[in-house]
């Protein structure tokens, strides 16, 4: 009856998804060998058989009959007298197979093979799920809003495997409630104590790519491959993409009649503007495209220290550098160069780093955040609209354009 009563313990496991009929077998009898080691000091004569099916569980210890008084290995050897207890015709030179009741082990070792059991059986499931979810990264992946902490949701799967999506991967405008199917990717497992650590992300740039594998179907099929994907969450995004057949416009097919392909891919990042432009192995012509909206009139790159001067007219400079600065960051990120815009028609200009001695390097970096690299490039703006788009304070901005004018003052 105790077998039966402990077998119960796996009983609760035998239908577990992700454990098999042999590997529970395996981990079952690892679990009692261990517990006969610890009994006996070893496990080497003893047979042990399982049937998790029917919950039967048998240890037998196997010894052979020596003559009275001769035991030297009491763990392989048994006297006449004590076998003739377990069978009255045994005789001397046989084998004797005894078998072993759980009582034997003690209330103590029954306990702990229970939590041996349990915890051997976790430990294969969280294996198995971090291999699964591990061949799953850089995939989409859906889960359930299960919990909402201050800074990340727990989510689960239909399986109820648990998954963490922190607060810096989600987009700024996401909004969840409990019960809600969110989308992202899987973007790393990790295995923390055993127990594995699965984190979804729906701000990285392979979740865009990966949006546009699932709808546009030359994408899917391979007729358009993604260059690269560069993004500001929620905010903008660059897509470069090209096409081995000269037959398919990437460009239209990714976009569509009047944005109805590229429209769920929008809404899906929370209205995330999207730029998609023609891959080129031309990079005066890449950078170019990648200003896109913004006209440039000529381009003079330095491919040694991976720079470009963009010329636009000075109608075109907004539209280059885009709101936050945010168009001119991502066409750097997307074809490698560090940009500088000039105007045309005004070639007397300075570059702030000019003038770091009179301008602390904190204060030129923050102008250079939102694509602001000259002295005229920042005495064109408007003061109002730096201090919304600036870490600065409107007194330190005052200071430094009373800084840059006396320089084309003098």
């Not at 313990?9 to 529970?24: N, Q």
């Not at 076998?83 to 082990?105: M, N, Q, T």
Request: charged share 35%; glycine share 6%.
């Amino acid at each position: 009856m105790e077998n039966i009563a402990l077998i119960e313990s796996f009983s609760e496991f035998k239908d577990d998804k992700f454990i098999d009929r042999v590997t529970l077998m395996a981990i079952l009898e690892d679990v009692f060998r261990n517990a006969l080691k610890k009994k006996f000091g070893s496990d080497d004569n003893f047979d042990i058989i399982i049937n998790p099916d029917k919950g039967d569980l048998e240890i037998w210890r196997n010894r052979v009959v020596v003559e009275d008084g001769e035991v030297e290995e009491p763990l392989e050897e048994i006297s006449l007298t004590e076998a003739r207890k377990i069978e009255p015709d045994f005789e001397v030179g046989e084998d004797v197979s005894e078998e072993v009741k759980l009582a034997h082990l003690g209330r103590r070792a029954i306990l702990a093979l229970r939590q041996n059991l349990i915890s051997k059986i976790h430990e294969h499931d969280n294996t198995t799920i971090y291999k699964q979810f591990k061949d799953l990264e850089g995939e989409i992946y859906t889960a359930e809003v299960h919990h909402i902490r201050h800074k990340a949701i727990i989510l689960l799967d239909d399986e109820g495997n648990e998954i963490i999506m922190p607060k810096d991967k989600q987009i700024p405008s996401d909004f969840f409630r409990k019960g809600d199917n969110v989308r992202g990717i899987i973007e790393s497992v990790e295995l923390k104590g055993n127990k594995p650590m699965i984190i979804m992300s729906r701000t990285s740039p392979v979740f865009l790519e990966q949006l546009f594998f699932q709808e546009i179907p030359e994408v899917f099929d391979g007729l358009i491959s993604i260059k690269k994907a560069v993004r500001i969450p929620g905010e903008k995004a660059k897509v470069a993409v090209d096409s081995y057949d000269d037959r398919i416009d990437p460009v239209g097919a990714c976009v569509g009649m009047k944005g109805s392909r590229i429209h769920g891919i929008v809404r899906e990042l929370g209205n995330e503007n999207i730029d998609v432009i023609n891959w080129t192995n031309n990079s005066q012509l890449m950078v170019t495209r990648a200003l896109s909206p913004a006209r440039v009139t000529s381009v003079k790159l330095n491919d040694e220290k991976k720079t470009a001067q963009v010329i636009l007219k000075p109608e075109e400079v907004s539209k280059a550098i885009g709101r936050g600065g945010h168009n001119i960051r991502l066409a750097g990120q997307l074809t490698g160069y560090e940009i500088d815009v000039f105007r045309e028609g005004i070639e007397e200009d300075v570059e702030l780093t000019e003038f770091s001695d009179e301008i602390e390097s904190w204060i030129i970096e923050e102008f250079k955040k939102i694509g602001l690299d000259t002295a005229r490039s920042v005495l064109e703006q408007d003061v109002a609209d730096l201090v919304k788009r600036t870490d600065l304070e409107e007194e330190t901005i005052l200071d430094v354009i009373r800084i840059l004018k006396e320089e084309f003052e003098d």
